[in-house]
């Protein structure tokens, strides 16, 4: 479940909404482009531009809709649980036991506790036939988790090589977890980049995921 809030030209409206409604969501957000931000706690922000017609003149104003999950899933997407995750995703039979109380598939088995930590935090959704599958929450929070961005300090003043003279330099680096890197002359280029590179992923993992839900 997610908190759900509505921003419009009237304010703001609060709400909850179930996995069935944020994939809706997120859904018509791939097909109509709008911006997609996918956040480290599971949720996401979809924003846009509406525009509406009075006489002869265009009113443009934007609107949104964020997704806060219930249970927040950042500090719970530890390296062990990430492994189990991945494990539960990497397999089409992957099974919850309610007699052992463990997550099987194929080979493996995940233990009581870590099925126990899965289940409590939200991390897995378990149908009426006892198949597994990683939430909507996790899905997202382990992709975030792997693209969190910063843009480093301007190197600031320093002395060339061979030279006397000190120099000041503004340049900074825009950086994401999954390996993405741009040298940029200031930190308010840095940032563009990488709200650029996320505005990209974002979207191309938005749109794979809408697509395999909607398969699943």
């Given at each position: 479940?997610?908190?759900?809030?509505v921003?419009?030209?009237?304010?703001?409206t609060?709400?909850?909404?179930?996995?069935?409604?944020?994939?809706?969501?997120l859904?018509?957000?791939v097909?109509?482009?709008?911006?997609?931000?996918?956040?480290?706690?599971?949720?996401?922000?979809?924003?846009?531009?509406?525009?509406r017609?009075?006489?002869?003149?265009?009113?443009?104003?934007?609107?949104s809709?964020?997704?806060?999950?219930?249970?927040?899933?950042?500090?719970?997407?530890?390296?062990?649980?990430?492994?189990?995750?991945?494990?539960?995703?990497?397999?089409?039979?992957?099974?919850?036991?309610?007699?052992?109380?463990?997550?099987?598939?194929?080979a493996?088995?995940?233990?009581?506790?870590?099925t126990?930590?899965?289940?409590?935090?939200?991390?897995?959704?378990?149908?009426?036939?006892?198949?597994?599958?990683?939430?909507?929450?996790?899905?997202?929070?382990?992709?975030?988790?792997?693209?969190r961005?910063?843009?480093?300090?301007?190197?600031?003043?320093?002395?060339?090589?061979?030279?006397?003279?000190?120099?000041?330099?503004?340049?900074?680096?825009?950086?994401?977890?999954?390996?993405?890197?741009?040298?940029?002359?200031?930190?308010?280029?840095?940032?563009?980049?990488?709200?650029g590179?996320?505005?990209?992923?974002?979207s191309?993992?938005?749109?794979?995921?809408?697509?395999a839900?909607?398969?699943?």
């Amino acid at each position: 479940m997610f908190y759900e809030t509505v921003t419009h030209p009237g304010g703001t409206t609060e709400g909850n909404a179930n996995e069935g409604h944020a994939l809706w969501l997120l859904r018509r957000a791939v097909r109509r482009r709008f911006d997609i931000d996918l956040t480290t706690d599971g949720g996401m922000l979809i924003s846009w531009t509406a525009h509406r017609q009075v006489g002869e003149s265009v009113t443009s104003y934007p609107r949104s809709i964020r997704l806060r999950p219930h249970l927040p899933v950042a500090k719970a997407l530890t390296d062990a649980t990430c492994y189990d995750l991945l494990l539960i995703d990497s397999a089409r039979d992957a099974r919850y036991s309610s007699v052992q109380r463990v997550v099987t598939g194929g080979a493996w088995r995940i233990p009581p506790a870590a099925t126990a930590r899965l289940r409590a935090r939200g991390l897995v959704v378990v149908d009426d036939d006892h198949q597994v599958r990683q939430s909507l929450t996790a899905r997202i929070g382990l992709f975030a988790r792997s693209h969190r961005t910063r843009t480093t300090d301007p190197e600031g003043h320093y002395y060339p090589p061979g030279e006397g003279a000190r120099r000041y330099s503004a340049a900074s680096v825009a950086i994401c977890e999954c390996g993405f890197a741009r040298h940029c002359g200031d930190r308010t280029e840095a940032r563009r980049h990488i709200a650029g590179h996320r505005h990209d992923v974002c979207s191309d993992f938005a749109r794979s995921l809408v697509g395999a839900l909607a398969t699943a």
